[in-house]
Nanobody, 126 residues
């Protein structure tokens, strides 16, 4: 069955960088919008970034614009989230997700994403 597996999380000091990876298997996600979400303890799961199937369109939540970059390599079945200038408030479990191409546009609502990974912890110390 379809699987999304995140990796690359860890502990980093404020101002540091991490690159998250999401590797997919079990089906082709080339034409799916791929997104990253995050969830801090006691909070809802929030949208971070998304990228269209071709990689030509990206969208970010305001708090990460200019610091995070989403990209994808369909030949490697992998989506990336490069995170620079990390802040303590970026601390959360980060999830990779896939949105059905039937929607036609990038959305930021978790319920529109059909497939999810198990998450990877990112902790930013001050």
């Amino acid at each position: 069955q379809a699987q999304l597996v995140e990796s690359g999380g860890g502990l980093v000091q404020a101002g540091g960088s991490l690159r998250l990876s999401c590797t997919t298997s079990g089906r082709t996600f080339d034409n799916y919008v791929m997104g990253w979400f995050r969830q801090a303890p006691g909070k809802e799961r929030d949208f971070v970034a998304a990228i269209s199937g071709s990689g030509g369109r990206t969208y970010y939540t305001d708090s990460v614009k200019g610091r995070f970059t989403i990209s994808r390599d369909n030949a490697k079945n992998t989506v990336y989230l490069q995170m620079n200038s990390l802040k303590p408030e970026d601390t959360a479990v980060y999830y990779c997700a896939a949105q059905s191409p039937a929607l036609g546009v990038i959305t930021i609502t978790p319920r529109n994403y059909n497939y999810w990974g198990q998450g990877t912890q990112v902790t930013v110390s001050s």
